[in-house]
């Protein structure tokens, strides 16, 4: 609770130029939709599109002019636009990194299509209706993406004005602060999801019922976005801000022995995944290989029959069933959740063996790491397998439903695996041991894990943009396959290729739940503090100087 009730009005306060900057930009740009719609009729149509105006005043026409949130089923339509919402606002936020530019255009556009959206039933005579339905679920969706944009600002505005630090080290605490915005937005989004699906459609319901649910949602934003932290900046609750409590200007480094901040911990994950990015990209190549070599070899089709790779934006993402499952390879199942323990293993033993090392990455003096055994090595490795076997069906879902359904079981499971490896527990202990950890620190890491998961996202667009396909190409061409021979080696290329990022992402993710699961071992029974103090007086040696006496 300390995340949701000190640390974020703490990082909402320091970029409360950035928050109120991004609500002006979104009001004013709401207001020319608006103002737009009523100069030019046509506007309407080039920002919502024919189809969607079309069929809007089709269901004007037949008496039901909200029908459009009644249409889908209520379960997958809040998959479906929880998760749109959520990737709507990271990107919003990501587009911060051309120096605030990117921000201030998506803010831009979603103001100027909001504004076109409620004119238009002004326009109609339906300014009461549609305001008590759009925004039951708009008052905290929208607020939402107006705090995004702020972190998509604050984002560029550490790249652009760096001031007297490095305009490395003013992105590095930009980042961590905008990431942490962003992770208290998650719920909001998952909030506004759950309302919009399951309670928007009930227009029947008393105008007033509504308008208090509205009053109330919008009472909550203004509290939590801009009372409170003024408020306890008011009263002193805070330290003096981040910026003047710098560290030295130097590298990042990783420290797991603090109890962190969100941001913290997600920057931890992406620094431990650059300084290990060796041997987790060679665990992630080795996997890659076996698990193509098992599905292709047994494999009763020819290998461009095996995977069907769908086009276009996010199509390798909507794909990712297809390397747990096949019709041509009943051994599918086995290699996949064997080439997503390998690096999950690998990940969690070198954090288990960071541990030992002082927070410059060096290894520490004082407490020395134990050699590694090769039977416990296997025996761990064989556990995380077990652990992984079950929750890999979630990769079987469609799409939406499985990336929704991974960010609250994933990371446990991540953290179940953890303890296992560094604390040797078994399959039972560990889930217990597990349970412990998490009670305080379980929307922390609900949060992290949920950005980590849209990086992730983020980054499989590379392979949707064709440049893997095109060198694929290119190779079969100088090396003059026939027609069969080039198509399966395009196929077998692909599939290694996004194996291969799909399990450096496991990486990620596995990292994540790692930096998870030292800060709360440090937050729930100060596990690092103890072991310091216990060895005092018993080293003659400290941080490599010889101890006096």
Not at 111 to 117: R, W, Y
Not at 307 to 335: C, D, H, K, M, R
Not at 355 to 376: F, H, K, L, T, V
Request: charged fraction near 15%; aromatic fraction near 14%.
């Amino acid at each position: 609770m300390g995340f949701w009730l000190e640390d974020l009005p703490r990082l909402i306060h320091e970029s409360r130029l950035e928050l109120r900057l991004s609500l002006f930009i979104f009001s004013l740009c709401m207001a020319i939709g608006m103002l737009s719609c009523w100069a030019e009729p046509e506007f309407l149509r080039s920002i919502l599109g024919d189809s969607y105006v079309e069929m809007t005043e089709a269901n004007i026409k037949s008496g039901d002019p909200m029908a459009v949130y009644k249409e889908a089923g209520a379960f997958n339509m809040f998959l479906g636009i929880t998760l749109n919402n959520i990737l709507v606002a990271f990107i919003t936020f990501v587009l911060g990194l051309f120096f605030g530019v990117g921000s201030i255009g998506a803010l831009i556009f979603n103001g100027v299509m909001v504004g076109a959206f409620q004119y238009f039933f002004i326009q109609k005579g339906l300014f009461q209706e549609s305001f008590l339905t759009i925004w039951m679920h708009g008052a905290v969706e929208i607020s939402s993406i107006v705090v995004a944009g702020g972190a998509g600002l604050t984002l560029g505005r550490g790249l652009a004005f760096p001031g007297t630090m490095s305009r490395e080290r003013s992105f590095q605490l930009a980042a961590r602060r905008g990431m942490s915005l962003m992770v208290g937005v998650v719920p909001l989004f998952i909030f506004a999801g759950f309302v919009e699906s399951y309670l928007t459609r009930h227009t029947e319901a008393p105008d007033w019922l509504r308008a208090i649910f509205i009053t109330t949602c919008f009472s909550f934003m203004l509290f939590y976005f801009a009372f409170l932290p003024w408020w306890k900046a008011r009263k002193g609750h805070f330290d003096i801000e981040e910026d003047i409590r710098l560290t030295p200007d130097v590298d990042r480094r990783v420290d797991f022995t603090q109890v962190k901040t969100a941001g913290s911990l997600f920057a931890d994950a992406f620094t431990f995944l650059r300084k290990n990015i060796g041997p987790l990209a060679l665990a992630a190549l080795a996997a890659s290989a076996i698990y193509c070599c098992g599905a292709f070899l047994l494999a009763d089709v020819l290998p461009n029959e095996l995977f069907q790779y769908n086009a276009g934006i996010f199509g390798t993402i909507s794909s990712v069933s297809n390397f747990f499952e096949s019709a041509g390879n009943p051994w599918l199942y086995l290699f996949a959740v064997l080439a997503i323990a390998i690096p999950v293993f690998t990940t969690q033993y070198l954090l288990a063996r960071w541990r030992y090392r002082s927070p410059d990455g060096e290894e520490d003096s004082e407490i020395e790491a134990p050699a590694p055994q090769i039977g416990s090595m296997f025996y761990a490795l064989l556990k995380t397998i077990v652990a992984l076997a079950a929750p890999c069906l979630l990769f079987l879902l469609p799409g939406a439903v499985s990336m929704v359904l991974l960010i609250p079981l994933l990371p446990l499971l991540l953290l179940w695996t953890q303890v296992m490896i560094y604390e040797g527990k078994g399959l039972w202990m560990g889930l217990v041991r597990m349970s412990n950890l998490l009670a305080n620190n379980f929307g922390q890491m609900m949060g992290v894990f949920t950005l980590l998961l849209l990086c992730s996202i983020m980054a499989s667009l590379l392979l949707d943009t064709g440049i893997v396909w095109h060198l694929l190409n290119i190779i079969c061409i100088n090396f003059n396959f026939n027609p069969a021979g080039a198509l399966a080696f395009q196929h077998i290329g692909f599939t290694l290729t996004a194996m291969f990022l799909f399990l450096l992402c496991i990486s990620l993710w596995a990292a994540g739940g790692g930096m998870q699961y030292f800060s709360a071992l440090e937050a729930n029974e100060a596990f690092f503090l103890r072991e310091r103090l216990a060895m005092i007086g018993k080293r003659p040696r400290i941080r490599g100087l010889e101890r006096e006496g």
